[in-house]
Each structure stands twice: as structure tokens, then as C-alpha cells.
């Protein structure tokens, strides 16, 4: 008994310390949440869903304001549209995961209409949300490395095929850098069509939430005693713009709306002519998220000298 006992402490330890090693080294290539939980807490974010989490990049951000009085690093804090729904859950974990020591922070706040939407099958009046069980929701403990809580608690998210491909990377700074982009017209034009068919399913007798729209007042007003906060419109093609502003003809007046009582700024990046190359309609590809980033960063700067 004492053998076998020594024999299974010894092979629990070896698969401990291989587990242990991937999440080290390459908790970034199988999962795309893991890494924001390994990290220290931060004074400066952005939260939002795919489409920032994507398309706005920490480092060009970084390296923009280095120097100029502003707290930074800046985390990312955007997941998909499953987990990023803005409400009472979301800001729980963004608080803590915030650094509430600084008052000088930059908050980019990337909305969505469907961010902001009371899902048919869940009624958020009486506080039955979607995103409920979901990383980050889910998580106590937000700045572990390693982070077993994750791995217990959100097995199911890591893909650990994804090592051997590279087609993805989560980057320490929460950034999802996505390498598998499509290579023709063709395949560029089915996987805009598989994204307007996900969100016209998803948002079927959707509505926007007046729980949701309130938790952003509530939010904005408790980052703004940290830093400066900014509501931003993430850039997207012509043709998902149109599905979402048929779908929810109201969301800019309402954004708009808020943005004017809380005294922040808004900015719609597809009220301007600019156009920024997206892989699938509506999530922009690294290379133009860099470009995208810079603008975005001029625009925050702009306001932040006035």
C-alpha cells in the first residue's frame, strides 16, 4: 500500500508539473481568457467584448502615453460576447481586477448593442443573466500565476490542440492577437456570413436592457473616480452596421445620452469615413488594430488636453 501510494503521489506530482508548465509558458496558446487572470491588478483597461478584445492592442496604447502622466500599464479586460454583457457581473470583476490606488487611469469602454441586451430566455429584473458560471464571473481570485482556480474552474475552456496550431495568442496584456485570417474573398465572405447569422439568431426577440444600460451609468461612474473614462464604438463593415442599427435603432441616441449626463466622451469611430480592414465583418485583423489603436489614442489624448 505504502508503494502504490508513493508511486501515485509521484505521478500526480509529474502531471502537476507539466500542467504547471503549460499554463507558465503557453496559457496564452490554449485558452483565451486564461492569461488576464495571471496578471497584477491594473490602473488603466479596456473592457468590451470580442471586437475589443481583438482590435484594440495595449502595447500600441503603452507605448502612446509612456511618459505623459498617465497610468499605465493598460490591461485588456474584454472577453466574448457570452461573457462581456454589461452588468452587476461584469463590473464586479472589473473591480477586482482594478488597481482602485490610481486616479489617473485611462477606461476604454468598447459597447455593443448586444452587450446591452436582455436575452429572451433570461429575465434581468429579478437577476438571471447569461454570462452567470462564465470566466470572468466565475473567478475569486484574478491575479494568480499559475491560476488553478481557472483551471478547475474553466477546464472546458482550454483547447490544448490550439499549442500545436498558433493560430491564436493571448498576450500577458489581455490582448487576442488572431493569426487565422481568411485567404481569399470567398472565405472572407463565408465567415461574414456565419457572423451575421450568429447575431441575428442571438439577438431574436432580444431587447436593450434597462438593468444593463443602468449598471454602464453605475460603472462609468465608479471608474471615473480613478481616471478618465471613454465610450467607444469599435469600427465595423457597412453591412453589420446596417444589421445593427435596424435591430436596435435607438443605441446611439441612448450611449449618446449617457455620455452627455456623465460628462465622458463618446466616440462612434463608424460616424467617420475611415475604414479599417475587418477578417469577418466586423472583428478588425491585428494589422489594422494597430492602425486603429493609434487613432483611437490620438482621439483620447485630443480630449484629455482640453
Given at each position: 500500500m505504502r508503494v502504490l501510494i508513493l508511486k501515485l503521489s509521484l505521478f500526480l506530482g509529474i502531471c502537476l508539473a507539466i500542467v504547471t508548465f503549460v499554463l507558465k509558458n503557453y496559457g496564452g496558446n490554449v485558452d483565451y481568457f486564461y492569461e488576464k487572470f495571471?496578471?497584477?491588478?491594473?490602473?488603466?483597461?479596456?473592457?468590451?467584448?470580442?471586437?475589443?478584445?481583438?482590435?484594440?492592442?495595449?502595447?500600441?496604447?503603452?507605448?502612446?502615453?509612456?511618459?505623459?502622466?498617465?497610468?499605465?500599464?493598460v490591461l485588456n479586460y474584454s472577453f466574448t460576447i457570452a461573457q462581456a454583457m454589461i452588468g452587476p457581473l461584469y463590473n464586479e470583476s472589473i473591480f477586482k481586477k482594478l488597481d482602485t490606488s490610481g486616479?489617473?487611469?485611462?477606461?476604454?469602454?468598447?459597447?455593443?448593442?448586444?452587450?446591452l441586451t436582455s436575452h429572451r430566455d433570461y429575465n434581468d429584473e429579478i437577476g438571471q443573466f447569461r454570462e452567470e458560471g462564465q470566466p470572468p464571473h466565475n473567478m475569486e481570485f484574478v491575479t494568480m500565476n499559475p491560476n488553478y482556480e481557472y483551471l478547475i474552474k474553466n477546464l472546458s475552456f482550454f483547447h490544448f490542440k490550439a499549442l500545436f496550431r498558433g493560430n491564436s495568442k493571448v498576450h500577458k496584456d489581455g490582448w487576442l492577437e488572431e493569426a487565422n485570417l481568411p485567404t481569399d474573398e470567398k472565405m472572407f465572405?463565408?465567415?461574414?456570413?456565419?457572423?451575421?447569422?450568429?447575431?441575428?439568431?442571438?439577438t431574436k426577440g432580444a431587447k436593450l436592457?434597462?438593468?444593463?444600460?443602468?449598471s454602464l451609468g453605475e460603472l462609468i461612474e465608479r471608474l471615473d473616480t480613478h481616471g478618465t473614462v471613454f465610450l467607444v464604438?469599435?469600427?465595423?463593415?457597412?453591412?453589420?452596421?446596417?444589421?445593427?442599427?435596424?435591430?436596435f435603432p435607438n443605441f446611439n441616441s441612448i450611449i449618446d445620452s449617457i455620455a452627455e449626463i456623465k460628462h465622458i466622451s463618446y466616440f462612434d469611430f463608424n460616424r467617420y469615413k475611415k475604414k479599417y480592414k475587418t477578417?469577418?465583418?466586423h472583428h478588425i485583423d491585428k494589422f489594422a488594430?494597430?492602425?486603429?489603436?493609434?487613432?483611437?489614442?490620438?482621439s483620447i489624448y485630443s480630449n484629455l488636453q482640453k
Open positions: 495571471t496578471t497584477p491588478k491594473t490602473k488603466s483597461m479596456i473592457i468590451g467584448d470580442s471586437r475589443a478584445f481583438q482590435g484594440i492592442q495595449p502595447a500600441v496604447m503603452n507605448s502612446y502615453f509612456q511618459g505623459k502622466g498617465y497610468d499605465t500599464p486616479d489617473n487611469g485611462i477606461f476604454v469602454i468598447s459597447v455593443t448593442p448586444e452587450m465572405l463565408e465567415w461574414k456570413k456565419h457572423q451575421i447569422d450568429l447575431f441575428l439568431s442571438d436592457s434597462k438593468i444593463r444600460i443602468q464604438r469599435m469600427p465595423i463593415g457597412e453591412e453589420f452596421l446596417d444589421y445593427e442599427n435596424t435591430n477578417y469577418d465583418g488594430g494597430a492602425e486603429f489603436t493609434k487613432v483611437l489614442c490620438d
